[in-house]
């Protein structure tokens, strides 16, 4: 007889739910951005964005530069080139000024389309998924580090922060405790 298992990567993705990542409408962000969830842009970025989800870009959202994105929905502005795996939906009053390769599209009336636009063959579909993922990856292990890296400078800095407190200094008392915290509460104890 033979078990069944999870796939690892399906495992994960039930494990770890996560928040979107959202650019307000009062945001304007340049630079390269890795979300291993979702994203929606009300504001205004301008730069590189790899998304392991789905990228909104709502109607009052900008997006300029480039997109790699599983799956993403359009209602506001695009400039660049864009990089959709899955399904690419184009909103009624979208303005796309880009080149685009999607896994499949779904285009609303009154979508303003400009530029080039192909389809992904299957293979190209599962390579960018893969690059998708190592890259998304790639930036996780590198905030890891960091993370590991600012815990280690903490305890550094706790360390130096007890070793600076005199030897002799008196030890906090019940009398300095009630001192400091309102009377009410103290009869709470």
Not at 32 to 61: P, Y
Not at 62 to 85: D, P, R, W, Y
Not at 117 to 144: F, G
Not at 146 to 164: F, H, N, T, Y
Request: glycine letters at 8%; one cysteine or more.
């Amino acid at each position: 007889m033979k078990w069944f298992t999870r796939n690892k990567e399906v495992e994960k993705a039930i494990v770890k739910p996560m928040l979107p990542t959202v650019i307000s409408t009062a945001m304007y962000t340049t630079g390269e951005m890795v979300c291993q969830g979702d994203v929606k842009v009300d504001g205004f970025v301008k730069g590189h964005l790899v998304a392991e989800g789905k990228v909104v870009i709502s109607e009052t959202g900008q997006l300029q530069g480039s997109v790699k994105a599983i799956n993403m929905v359009v209602s506001g502005i695009f400039e660049g080139s864009l990089e959709c795996t899955e399904l690419l939906s184009l909103r009624k009053g979208a303005t796309i000024i880009a080149e685009v390769l999607y896994g499949d599209i779904k285009i609303d009336p009154g979508v303003k389309l400009k530029g080039k636009i192909n389809q992904l063959d299957t293979d190209n579909v599962q390579l960018l998924n893969k690059e998708i993922i190592a890259e998304v990856a790639r930036v996780a292990e590198k905030s890891n580090h960091l993370k590991v890296a600012q815990e280690k400078g903490r305890d550094i800095e706790r360390i130096e922060k007890v070793s600076d407190v005199p030897k002799d200094a008196e030890p906090f008392r019940k009398n300095n405790r009630e001192a400091l915290i309102p009377q009410e509460s103290v009869s709470n104890w």
